[in-house]
Each structure stands twice: as C-alpha cells, then as structure tokens.
C-alpha cells in the first residue's frame, strides 16, 4: 500500500513521507519491544506480575486510524478484574473479567485520532484494590491541508487563510451560505450575520476535508427614548439598542450642547443630562454603540430634545376687607394649566382667577404655582394687606302694645381708621331709613302698626370695609285686644236680678276680668252668670255698669262696661170683704202693694155716697221693706163713715151696715204710670 501511494505524490512529498514512517516505526518500535514510558511498573501494590506487550500494529496517516494487539498479563489475580485501555484523547475501552491466579487478556483494537499530535496509551487493570498500569507515547503525524478564518463584524469581508502538508492539487471551498470559491486564500462577504460552517476540500494525497465554523457578528442598532422635562432639570436618556447575538458593550452619547462643556458627552448606558443654553432651544443629541464583539452601529442615532419653557408666574391683588371676598388675577405666562393659590391663611385653591374671604385682619402672603402642561413649574409670592372691617352695633331691642317708640343708640366702632358713613333701616318704622355722614349717634323711630320688624345698619370706614348688622325680629308691636260682652236681661227686677253675660271678645285675649259694678269680680268664667240679690235691698231702681278688662298675652288690655237696671215691682191687690167688729181679725179694709208712690182710694155705698175716702204720697221705699204691706197700707177703712164732706150726708161716725160697697182706687207707681181700680167690698158681721 505504501508503495502505490508514494506512486501519486511528488519527490518532496515521497521524502517527507519516508520522514515521517521513519518516525512513525520508531514509536511502534517502542510498542513492539514493551518500552515502557516510565521505564517500570506504577509502585502500587498487588501489581507484582503485571506485563504488556503490543504486537501488529499499523496506521493509516490519512485518516489517523491506528489499529492494534494488547496482551495483558497478570499473576496472583483473585475476583473480578477490570481491564482498560485509555486513548489519551478522552476515549476508553473497558471490560470486565473473572479468575484468579494468572490470568492475561488480548485486544485487537482499533482507534481514530481526530487531530495530530503525541497522546498517552495506558494500559491498566484493577485486580481488587489495586491500579496497575502501564503507558507508553502515540504520535499522530500531522498531515493533509488546514485553513484560518477569522470571525468579522456584518457587512465585513471574511479572509480564509489555507495551508497543507505536501502539495495540493486543487482548493475547493464552501462557506456555507450556499457559495464557493476555488482560491487557495479566498475573502467572502456574508449576507447576514450568523454562525456559518466552512468546508474546505483540498486535493492532495490524502484528499483532506477540513470543517471550520466562522460567525459574522450583528451590527448593533442604536436607539434611545427619551423624557422630557422643563429647562433646567436633567433629561434622562433611556437605550434601548439592540444586537441580535452578543450584548451591548459601548456607548457614546452627544447631547448637542457644547455650552455644557464635558457634560456634553457620556458612556453611560442611560444617562442624564441638564441642558445649559438658553431656553427654548432645541437640541441634537446622538448615540452610536459598540457590541461586546467590537461591531458598531451605523449611522449614528439622533433625536431632538427640545426642554419645555418655564413658566412665569404673575398675578394682582389690591388691598382688601376682612371677610369680603377678595379676587386675584392671573397673569402668569407662558400658558399654564394649572394654578396653585396659598392665601397665607391656610386657605387655597386651584382656579385660575380666584376670590378668598379673609377671616383674620393683618398682612398675609399669598403665594402662586402654575404648571404648564408638561409639568414646568414657577412660584411667586406678593403680600397682601386685609384691612379690619368695623363692627356694627346699635341698642337692645324693644317689644312693646302699639304704639310703640324707641331710641336707637349707634354703639359701632372701627380697630383702624374712622367710620365714615352710616345707613339705618328701620322697615315697618317711621322714619323707614336713615343715611349720614360719619357715626350718627341715634335714632328715635315710631311703630304704628303691631308686628314684627327687623332693624338693620351699615357702616363704613376709611378703608371703604363695611359691615352689615342685621337684627331679625328685633322689634315687637302688639296689637290691642278688643273687649266686648253680651249680656241679657237688659233689666230685671229686685225679686229675680239675675243676669246672663257672655264674651264678644278679640280671639288674641288671653286673660280676662270679669267686674259686675256691684264689687263681685271673677276671672274664670268666660260667660258668667251674676245675680245682684245681695245688692238690691229695696224695692229701687238700681243701676249697674258690669264691665270686662281683658289682656293679650303680651299684657295688652282693652276695658268695657255696660249699663244694666235692677228695677222695683208694682203691685196691687186688695181684699172684697172685711170684717170691722173689732175682734181683732179682719177689722181692717185696705190695699195692698208695692211700687207705689202715690195712693188714693175712696168707698161708697150703694146709693153713690162717698162714704170713706183716703190719699198718701210718698217714697215707696218707705212702705215697700221687708214685712211692710206697701203704701195702700196707709190708707185702711175700719167700716165707719167718714165725717164731713158733702158725699157724707151729715153721718159721719157711723157703723157703715152690713152691705156691698163699692170701692175706687187712683194710684201712681214708681214708673210715674197712673193706675184706676174700682171693685166691691162686702161688710160682714
């Protein structure tokens, strides 16, 4: 086989061929005659015994197969032995037996080197416990062609570098992106970055094919965002650059802004940066990257920033009153959106042009935030002056029955200045209103009419501050109640003086009193009944004035009497038979009666002679007591004719007979009526 293929190569490569086997016999000579690496068995016990030997060994310098036969000897072995070949390259062959005593093991081997180079067989069995072992050195000759290529960034030409033991005939390429190249150093431009397997097939004695993996790196994309702020606070740059493999290494920030000086660049990933030219201004601010690979992005990234303006903050107030509502205008610029007020009293607000009643006089600050729509910001403060208002005050209220008068007294008063103007109203009053000039020391003012009036007034000081005092219901006019009553009989006479009396009184009387005219008063009974028996003691005229005095709640009175009679009786009544025989029974004729004051009678007989006549006048009082019979009574016939007169026919002093007389009576009652009466009366013996 050697000699067919010294047959394909040149001279040079036959020279170095027999350069090489010579060097190659050399080694296995060493395999053959059991030259030992070390030169003696590993000093480990339980080894004594232990041999190897090598015998047909060959190798294919191409593909750097070597193929082989191991015997392994061992003596006083006892259990299971594992034997073990190690390659020297990472791989092993291994296997197990059993017995005891000698015991030798023979292994026809073969094994591929993947790379040249010199490795270390060992030999080794494990009897029991112990290793022994036995090495010795493989080289692997270095053959065929090789190639360099070097790992580039995207868009950057790949230069492959090929080299080869012996003459090659021919170079053929495959970069593993579907292109090739039959160049023995050929360059290439990859599409797109990745990991790409390169082959090479070099024509030659061995025809080597050689597999090498170059990577294109990706070119990084720089990109960033950003947030604005208002000037003069620091914009920070968030990156947000990208590289399909690897990371970020790198960055290099230009903000735009040389006034700034060294600020003006940065290596940070995300930094922060506080524009310095003046406002407003827009600025170039660029970033290019690197990758940890070296690969940097083109073209450089740029965004403007441009710092939102500050506001200006600005408004105007004048001098105001305590608790008045006092109005601020806005005149901030720039256009805010929003208003932050502090009236320095604790009080805010978030209007644009607000009103705030100050509660407190003395001088306040009153500060001012406005905020643009991006957030920008400006404060200022003005203080501001609350002047004191005056304080209103006039006299107590007054209440009192219609009509009613009271004096008003101004008692207001001012911490500050001089109270310059007065304004009274007086509704329901006379006069209804009052304005001066500087403090009106009082008013007398006059309700008529009852109800319930307010009573205000105004005040004013230097400082134009007023104040209002407002009294509700401080005045109280009440009406008069009306008094009035019934009352029944009109009159009534001395045996039944009885009288009936009810209430005509207004609905607003709350008490009432009752006085008959007679000392009797009663405050009970709305419609008393009165008789005025215990007052009339004779058969009189009597007069009463019975009256009522009735009073509102709010001790209004109003009185009313009347006039009634208590009149005396008139009567009349006389008897038609007596009886004159001075037994002491009925010896008498006479009338009877009451009311009587004027009294006349006269009897006659049969024929028409006056045979007794008799008159008095006189009070009827005097005649009409208790148990007297009246002023007829004066006048009484004890049945002799009386002397003289020319109706006598000269018998006076007689016993009148027993017969039927006929009698006449003229009378006269207290009511000045004149009454006429005529009758019989019998004389009976």
Avoid at 75 to 89: E, L, P
Wanted: aromatic share 12%.
């Amino acid at each position: 086989m050697k000699s067919s293929q010294t047959n394909k190569i040149s001279w040079i490569s036959r020279r170095l061929l027999v350069l090489l086997f010579t060097f190659v016999f050399s080694v296995f000579s060493n395999f053959l005659t059991s030259e030992k690496l070390f030169g003696a068995e590993l000093s480990l016990s339980g080894c004594n015994g232990f041999s190897s030997s090598f015998s047909n060994m060959t190798l294919d310098s191409c593909t750097g197969t070597m193929c082989f036969t191991a015997t392994l000897n061992a003596s006083g072995m006892h259990g299971t032995c594992d034997w073990q070949v190690d390659y020297g390259d990472g791989s092993t062959y291994q296997t197990s037996t059993g017995g005891s005593g000698s015991v030798s093991q023979t292994f026809n081997l073969c094994h591929t080197y993947t790379t040249s180079g010199t490795f270390v067989l060992t030999l080794s069995i494990t009897p029991a416990h112990n290793i022994c072992a036995y090495q010795y050195n493989i080289v692997i000759p270095v053959h065929g062609a090789t190639f360099t290529g070097n790992n580039v960034c995207a868009g950057n030409a790949t230069v492959f570098n090929a080299t080869s033991v012996g003459s090659v005939s021919s170079w053929n390429w495959n970069f593993g992106d579907g292109t090739t190249s039959t160049l023995q150093n050929p360059t290439h431009i990859y599409s797109a970055p990745g990991t790409y397997n390169v082959t090479l097939v070099a024509a030659s004695t061995c025809n080597d094919t050689i597999h090498q993996v170059v990577i294109v790196y990706p070119i990084p994309v720089a990109n960033f965002s950003l947030v604005n702020q208002c000037f003069g606070a620091p914009v920070c740059f968030t990156d947000s650059s990208t590289v399909l493999t690897g990371s970020i290494a790198t960055w290099n920030w230009d903000f735009g802004d040389p006034s700034s000086g060294a600020a003006n660049t940065s290596a940070l990933q995300n930094p922060c940066h506080t524009f310095t030219a003046p406002s407003p201004s827009t600025f170039i601010v660029t970033l290019f990257v690197i990758s940890d690979h070296g690969c940097q992005s083109p073209p450089q990234v740029s965004l403007p920033v441009s710092p939102y303006p500050i506001p200006v903050a600005a408004f105007s107030s004048v001098a105001v009153c305590l608790n008045s509502p006092t109005t601020f205008t806005d005149a901030s610029t720039t256009n805010p959106i929003t208003w932050a007020w502090n009236f320095g009293d604790g009080g805010t607000s978030v209007l644009q042009n607000p009103s705030h009643l100050y509660t407190n006089a003395g001088i306040d600050t009153i500060t001012l935030i406005v905020t643009t729509n991006h957030g920008c910001k400006d404060t200022v403060a003005h203080p501001t002056v609350i002047n004191p208002n005056p304080v209103a005050l006039f006299s107590d209220s007054a209440q009192g029955c219609s009509p009613v008068i009271k004096q008003f007294i101004n008692l207001s008063t001012t911490s500050a200045g001089q109270i310059i103007s007065t304004v009274w109203n007086f509704p329901g009053g006379t006069p209804v209103s009052d304005a001066t000039s500087g403090m009106d020391p009082s008013q007398i003012i006059t309700y008529n009419t009852p109800g319930t009036y307010d009573v205000s007034i105004i005040t004013t000081n230097t400082f134009g501050c007023k104040d209002t005092l407002l009294y509700t219901q401080y005045i109280h006019v009440y009406g008069w109640p009306v008094a009035d009553f019934c009352v029944t009989p009109q009159s009534a006479t001395i045996h039944d003086p009885t009288f009936y009396f009810c209430k005509l009184w207004s609905p607003d009387v709350a008490t009432w009193s009752w006085n008959f005219g007679d000392g009797t008063i009663d405050v009970t009974n709305t419609n008393p009944v009165h008789s005025y028996s215990s007052s009339v003691t004779n058969n009189d005229f009597y007069n009463f004035k019975p009256s009522v005095t009735v009073s509102t709640i709010h001790r209004c009175r109003d009185s009313i009497s009347k006039s009634i009679d208590v009149i005396p009786e008139f009567t009349f009544f006389i008897a038609n038979t007596f009886t004159p025989n001075k037994d002491g029974i009925n010896d008498f004729y006479y009338g009877k009666g009451v009311g009587i004051k004027k009294y006349d009678i006269m009897v006659f007989d049969r024929w028409g002679n006056l045979i007794w006549q008799c008159d008095h006048e006189g009070k009827n009082t005097d005649w009409d007591a208790w148990g007297q019979e009246g002023m007829p009574s004066s006048c009484k016939w004890d049945g002799i004719v009386q002397g003289g007169g020319l109706d006598m026919s000269g018998f006076g002093g007689q016993v009148s007979q027993i017969d039927v007389y006929v009698w006449k009576v003229k009378l006269t009652d207290v009511f000045d009526i004149n009454h006429r009466y005529m009758g019989i009366v019998n004389i009976v013996r």
